[in-house]
């Protein structure tokens, strides 16, 4: 399926975290977009861009829209494109600083163009009804962790996981339970992860998430 390709990007105004997509409860209510955090680079691995492509094609199987930071290199540009070749919709959110680091996308479903990080950030959160990092670096981490804590905070009440590409995210996974033997961590909140290497078995259970009682 061919995709016309993005226009003159369009500038979004900031949004407050725990937004959600128009007409759209929150939650998994209404579940047709999932924002995905992911690195620049595509690793050392070529599983890794394998993974990622076989993410973005059973996203779009399923129906759902991919929300991402609209760049075309390393395994952001991965997902995009194998979401938009198996026929999805992608959406791309892309600050003034990174449009010619990061390189553009500009065959994606929209893309917008944003002036700072924080807004970058803010948009994708409202545009996701869920939140998934794959492998990636800093960013990503970054990325992870303040979607992880909003929810935590109660400013959304979305998913948020972990595609765990050959157990990429185990040394991470470790920490959080020190944190929680450690008493720093709810067992509670560690449980509230999503968390698996098989793209079918991720959308069932964000597709499946509650926010806990």
Same mark, same amino acid.
């Given at each position: 399926?061919? #995709? ?7 500038? &979004?105004?900031? #949004? !407050?975290?725990?937004?959600?997509? +128009? ?20 690793? +050392? ?5 394998? +993974?990622?492509?076989?993410? @973005? *094609? ?27 070749? +198996? ?9 003034? *600083?990174? =449009?010619?680091?990061?390189? !553009? #996308? ?13 807004? %970058?950030?803010? %948009? =994708? !959160?409202? /545009? @996701? ?9 800093? @960013? ?12 935590? /905070?109660? /400013? ?26 450690? @008493?720093?961590?709810?067992? &509670? ?14 959308? #069932?259970?964000? %597709?499946?998430?509650?926010? !806990?009682?």
């Amino acid at each position: 399926m061919s #995709h016309d390709p993005a226009t003159t990007p369009t500038s &979004a105004p900031p #949004h !407050a975290p725990g937004g959600t997509l +128009a007409g759209s409860p929150g939650g998994n209510a209404a579940f047709g977009s999932l924002t995905v955090f992911t690195g620049s680079a595509s690793g +050392a691995d070529p599983d890794y861009t394998t +993974a990622t492509r076989d993410l @973005g *094609v059973a996203l779009a199987a399923a129906g759902f829209s991919v929300v991402y930071g609209g760049a075309t290199v390393g395994l952001m540009g991965q997902i995009a494109d194998a979401a938009l070749e +198996a026929g999805g919709e992608v959406h791309g959110v892309i600050p003034e *600083v990174l =449009m010619n680091r990061e390189v !553009a #996308h500009q065959g994606l479903t929209s893309l917008e163009l944003v002036p700072d990080m924080h807004t %970058r950030k803010s %948009r =994708m !959160a409202e /545009l @996701g009804d869920g939140f998934l990092a794959l492998p990636g670096g800093m @960013g990503t981490l970054e990325e992870f962790f303040e979607v992880w804590t909003w929810q935590y /905070l109660g /400013l959304h009440a979305k998913p948020v996981g972990l595609y765990n590409v050959k157990g990429f995210w185990d040394p991470l996974l470790s920490m959080v339970d020190h944190m929680v033997a450690q @008493g720093f961590m709810s067992p &509670a909140r560690r449980d509230a992860l999503v968390i698996s290497a098989d793209p079918q078995d991720l959308i #069932h259970q964000l %597709r499946a998430w509650t926010p !806990a009682g």
